[in-house]
Protein backbone atom coordinates (compact mmCIF):
# COMPACT_ATOMS: atom_id res chain seq x y z
CA UNK A 1 0.00 0.00 0.00
CA UNK A 2 1.11 3.38 -0.85
CA UNK A 3 2.11 6.01 1.91
CA UNK A 4 1.42 9.31 1.09
CA UNK A 5 3.49 11.51 3.03
CA UNK A 6 2.76 15.35 3.47
CA UNK A 7 4.72 17.42 5.58
CA UNK A 8 2.58 20.33 7.86
CA UNK A 9 3.56 23.29 6.45
CA UNK A 10 3.45 24.74 9.98
CA UNK A 11 5.71 22.46 11.98
CA UNK A 12 7.32 20.02 9.93
CA UNK A 13 5.66 17.25 11.10
CA UNK A 14 5.10 14.50 8.59
CA UNK A 15 1.43 13.40 8.13
CA UNK A 16 1.13 9.85 6.21
CA UNK A 17 -1.84 9.10 4.14
CA UNK A 18 -2.21 5.63 3.30
CA UNK A 19 -4.42 4.36 0.30
CA UNK A 20 -7.67 4.34 2.47
CA UNK A 21 -7.12 7.60 3.95
CA UNK A 22 -6.62 8.99 0.45
CA UNK A 23 -9.77 7.68 -0.59
CA UNK A 24 -11.69 9.23 2.06
CA UNK A 25 -10.26 12.56 1.23
CA UNK A 26 -11.65 14.76 -1.33
CA UNK A 27 -10.94 18.02 -2.47
CA UNK A 28 -12.24 20.81 -0.25
CA UNK A 29 -11.85 18.49 2.81
CA UNK A 30 -9.61 19.48 5.69
CA UNK A 31 -7.19 18.11 7.61
CA UNK A 32 -5.67 18.56 10.57
CA UNK A 33 -1.75 18.59 11.82
CA UNK A 34 -1.50 16.10 14.97
CA UNK A 35 1.15 17.75 16.01
CA UNK A 36 0.30 21.67 15.75
CA UNK A 37 -3.29 21.56 14.88
CA UNK A 38 -2.89 23.58 11.57
CA UNK A 39 -5.63 22.99 9.13
CA UNK A 40 -4.72 22.37 5.50
CA UNK A 41 -7.85 22.22 2.91
CA UNK A 42 -7.34 19.71 0.12
CA UNK A 43 -6.90 21.20 -2.98
CA UNK A 44 -5.81 18.14 -5.12
CA UNK A 45 -6.92 14.31 -4.78
CA UNK A 46 -4.95 12.50 -7.64
CA UNK A 47 -3.26 9.40 -8.15
CA UNK A 48 0.30 8.54 -6.64
CA UNK A 49 2.19 11.76 -5.41
CA UNK A 50 -0.68 14.21 -7.10
CA UNK A 51 -1.76 15.73 -4.24
CA UNK A 52 -2.34 19.52 -3.18
CA UNK A 53 -2.47 21.08 0.47
CA UNK A 54 -3.35 24.85 1.06
CA UNK A 55 -2.61 25.82 4.26
CA UNK A 56 -5.94 27.52 6.49
CA UNK A 57 -4.87 28.51 9.80
CA UNK A 58 -3.79 26.80 13.13
CA UNK A 59 -6.15 26.37 15.64
CA UNK A 60 -4.92 27.75 19.05
CA UNK A 61 -6.15 27.98 22.23
CA UNK A 62 -5.94 31.06 24.32
CA UNK A 63 -3.55 30.74 27.88
CA UNK A 64 -5.74 33.53 29.05
CA UNK A 65 -9.39 33.04 28.43
CA UNK A 66 -9.04 29.34 27.52
CA UNK A 67 -11.27 30.34 23.80
CA UNK A 68 -9.97 28.43 20.65
CA UNK A 69 -9.15 30.57 18.02
CA UNK A 70 -7.74 30.69 14.59
CA UNK A 71 -4.31 31.71 13.01
CA UNK A 72 -4.18 32.27 9.66
CA UNK A 73 -1.21 32.52 7.40
CA UNK A 74 -2.55 36.22 6.65
CA UNK A 75 -2.57 36.90 10.92
CA UNK A 76 0.87 35.39 10.94
CA UNK A 77 2.47 37.58 8.00
CA UNK A 78 1.46 40.75 9.62
CA UNK A 79 2.26 39.36 13.70
CA UNK A 80 5.98 40.88 14.92
CA UNK A 81 8.02 38.29 15.42
CA UNK A 82 10.05 38.93 19.01
CA UNK A 83 12.95 36.83 20.18
CA UNK A 84 11.40 34.87 23.67
CA UNK A 85 12.99 34.47 26.82
CA UNK A 86 14.76 30.90 25.89
CA UNK A 87 16.07 32.91 22.54
CA UNK A 88 13.48 30.72 20.28
CA UNK A 89 11.57 33.28 17.78
CA UNK A 90 7.94 33.27 18.18
CA UNK A 91 4.78 35.48 16.24
CA UNK A 92 3.12 37.70 18.73
CA UNK A 93 -1.22 37.29 18.04
CA UNK A 94 -3.63 38.79 19.86
CA UNK A 95 -6.37 37.17 21.02
CA UNK A 96 -9.85 38.12 19.33
CA UNK A 97 -11.38 37.16 22.79
CA UNK A 98 -9.47 38.99 25.49
CA UNK A 99 -7.29 40.48 23.63
CA UNK A 100 -3.98 38.79 25.44
CA UNK A 101 -0.69 38.95 23.33
CA UNK A 102 -0.23 35.24 22.61
CA UNK A 103 3.28 34.51 21.47
CA UNK A 104 3.63 31.32 19.48
CA UNK A 105 6.28 29.05 18.49
CA UNK A 106 6.83 27.22 15.74
CA UNK A 107 9.54 24.17 14.94
CA UNK A 108 11.59 25.24 12.05
CA UNK A 109 11.50 23.10 9.46
CA UNK A 110 14.88 20.94 9.41
CA UNK A 111 16.59 21.39 6.39
CA UNK A 112 17.49 18.19 4.54
ZN1 LIG B 1 1.82 20.90 12.09
ZN1 LIG C 1 -8.12 35.10 25.10
Same mark, same amino acid.
Given at each position: MAILEIE =? $???AEVLELDDADRDELAVGDVIVCDSCSAEMEVTRNGEGEDFELELLGVLTACPRCGEEFEVTEDMLAAAPVIEAEDGAEVSVVD =? $?? =??ARIELEFDEPLEG
Open positions: =C $PVC =C $PH =CR
